[in-house]
């Protein structure tokens, strides 16, 4: 079968790629579910640690597209959905080639930027939300951090240490 | 991987445990418990009947990686006291008496509470959780209502050619994977269900297989297939009609469809065709995208097409160990599998109204208690912030996302090693998952605390309390 062929898979992230243009900013669809790492590492209950921060803070990506947004393994970046922002690590997908596509593992970095739609079938649109995505100096927040900046349950009110602006968007007009 | 020395440092041998990871259930394990002493009877290290009293689990034989990490897990996050949050925002150690008295008091003076879960928990605990949403008009929703909560829609639609997974092991020889990672999710399946292990009619085992995956993504599962389909995100749906209509003896009229060339379409259901006994198995890429249950329908419907030639067969692949108890359970019980409503007294099931994400994105419910469930790690933010707003009650074993938005804390035992419990397979097998060491001497069985709630409820709506709860 013409499909069989199975795409290689390059080792490095070539910065010097001569069809790679430079971009700031990339438009990608995002794309979240679970690995064997973020799996381990969240039913083994270790969600404080700086451990489930990178194996759930994580937007694995093509090399192409490391390239043109010229990010090496672990640099920080921004991804922006309609339903928020949130600032993650990089790094090179195992599962590459897949341009145009970015994979979160699920956790409360992606829940912040997935959408809540479930146009009635009760089940959330976890996959396939269009996203963007920007290089930046921000640290990914640890998770108690980020659930606390996210949600705001237990802000006090002289606490002015909300990095994200606005809380999360359920966009309770559409009901 | 560097190398790591086995496990010698142990006292004691708990053979046949079951696995509390994934819908596999694998039922092979044994544990490596370290101190305590055997309530029960011993031969040699091995402890023939009974439990471990005191010891702790410091290796696992046969487990995956995910099954290992959870059995063996961290208990610098356990959680070991009830806990309440207050007015400064911290979560504050507490008696039982006080947390499970503040508990009931607000469930019983609730208006829409929801009560979500169970799927990492026994059938035993989800029936005092029955008898208290019914006793206070709650919704009693699982997992499924995030993962295949569209599967359980099209089985409605469409009806469910389902096999068990000792048929795969003995007869399939081609295996299909759809829309899931089984090598990332579920580890064993391959090897212990579908694809390496020698059956009846399959004595090489893999040699005797055609494993095909189909996913947008060149995952771990594709890697180690025959054939992989990556067909472009968001087009199951017009692939699986394209196998259908060619499964039907039509000629297709695009020449590429969903980023597949026709030609290899063809070559694919003809194959499909041929084989002996398929299997299919799918996963949250079909029910995640946007077509949702209509592309399980369409599967579905693939499958009794293909029913004409050959026997195929499908399984969902269940994400939790016990999401499809859930499901079975109510199913049995109240008649619908999840998202069941009690508000006006009776259980009422409507997708889209009754169902968690939904419930919390219209800001409906006024309580909510989460039972062996971690919305905080998986429920959108759109979703989740109305927990914020709400008290949230947490029954669950580890400090997690969801602690950080719950205002009780109550900690449970671990099922399958801590305490026993039955549970059911992906395929609907029910299985008895037994107690290999004692839990934490602050800690309660969940089956315990359900049950004490149900009680304190009944006491302050001043019901007599039912035979099975007393």
Not at chain 1, 99 to 106: D, N, R, S
Not at chain 2, 233 to 256: H, I, P, S, T, W
Not at chain 2, 382 to 402: E, F, K, M, T, Y
Not at chain 2, 422 to 443: F, H, L, N, Q, W
Request: proline content about 5%; aromatic content about 10%.
């Amino acid at each position: 079968m013409t499909y069989v062929d199975k795409p290689p898979v390059p080792n490095v992230v070539k910065f010097d790629e001569p069809n790679a243009k430079k971009r700031n900013k990339l438009e990608v669809m995002l794309n979240t579910g679970s690995d064997i790492y973020q799996g381990a590492c969240k039913k083994r209950g270790s969600t404080l640690k700086d451990e489930y921060r990178h194996a759930s803070g994580t937007a694995y990506m093509d090399p192409r597209d490391m390239a043109r947004l010229g990010v090496k393994n672990w640099d920080k970046a921004i991804v922006k959905t309609a339903w928020g922002e949130v600032v993650v690590f990089v790094a090179h997908s195992r599962d590459a080639p897949h341009e145009g596509q970015i994979f979160i593992c699920k956790g409360p970095w992606a829940n912040v930027i997935v959408s809540p739609e479930t146009y009635c079938c009760c089940d959330p649109t976890y996959k396939g939300v269009p996203a963007s995505i920007e290089k930046t100096d921000e640290e990914p927040l640890l998770m108690a951090d980020l659930m606390a900046e996210v949600y705001q349950k237990y802000k006090k009110a002289e606490d002015d240490s909300n990095k994200l602006g606005k809380k999360p968007d359920n966009n309770i007009d559409w009901y | 991987m560097a190398y790591e020395e086995p496990i010698t440092d142990y006292d004691y041998i708990v053979e046949n445990c079951t696995c509390a990871f994934c819908g596999c259930n694998c039922d092979d394990l044994v544990y490596l418990v370290k101190g305590g002493n055997v309530k029960g009877e011993l031969e040699d290290n091995v402890v023939v009947s009974g439990y471990v009293d005191g010891g702790h689990v410091v290796g696992v034989r046969h487990a995956c990686r995910l099954g290992a990490s959870k059995v063996m897990e961290d208990m610098d996050q356990r959680l070991l006291v009830p806990m309440i949050r207050d007015a400064e925002g911290n979560l504050v150690e507490t008696d039982w008496d006080t947390a499970l008295d503040k508990a009931a008091e607000l469930i019983a003076g609730s208006v829409r509470p929801v009560f979500y879960g169970w799927s990492e928990t026994s059938i035993e605990t989800m029936k005092f959780g029955l008898e208290l949403g019914e006793l206070v008009g709650a919704v009693l929703d699982n997992q499924a209502t995030i993962c295949h909560g569209p599967s359980l829609q099209a089985v409605q639609n469409a009806g469910y050619p389902v096999m068990t997974l000792g048929e795969c092991k003995n007869r399939a020889d081609m295996i299909v994977y759809t829309g899931n990672n089984a090598m990332n999710s579920h580890p064993r399946h391959l090897a212990r269900y579908s694809t390496f292990p020698r059956g009846f009619f399959r004595k090489r085992g893999r040699f005797d297989r055609t494993v095909v995956t189909m996913d947008p993504r060149y995952t771990d599962t594709a890697k180690m297939s025959d054939i992989w389909v990556g067909f472009e995100q968001n087009g199951d749906y017009e692939f699986y009609n394209a196998m259908r209509a060619v499964l039907r003896g039509k000629k297709l009229q695009k020449d590429v469809i969903s980023g597949i060339p026709k030609e290899d379409i063809e070559e694919l259901v003809e194959s499909m065709k041929q084989a002996q006994f398929g299997a299919l198995f799918f996963g949250l890429g079909l029910t995640h995208t946007l077509s949702k249950q209509r592309n399980i329908d369409i599967a579905i419907n693939l499958i009794q097409d293909l029913n004409k030639f050959s026997k195929w067969n499908l399984i969902p692949m269940r994400g939790h160990f016990n999401v499809n108890g859930f499901n079975i359970f109510m199913a049995y019980e109240q008649g619908f599998p999840y998202g069941v409503d009690f508000a006006r007294g009776y259980p009422r099931y409507m997708n889209g109204e009754t169902n968690t994400i939904d419930l919390l994105t219209r800001e409906e419910p006024d309580v909510f208690m989460v039972i062996a469930a971690d919305p905080g790690a998986h429920f959108p933010s759109g979703a989740n912030r109305h927990l914020a707003n709400i008290p949230v009650i947490q029954i669950d074993i580890h400090w997690g996302p969801s602690t950080e938005l719950a205002d009780i804390v109550l900690p449970g035992s671990f099922i399958a090693v801590e305490a026993g419990g039955t549970s059911y397979r992906m395929d609907g097998v029910p299985i008895y998952m037994k107690k290999a060491i004692s839990k934490p001497e602050t800690c309660r069985d969940d089956e315990w605390i359900v049950n004490e709630l149900l009680k304190r409820v009944q006491k302050i709506k001043g019901i007599a309390p039912r035979e099975a709860s007393k």
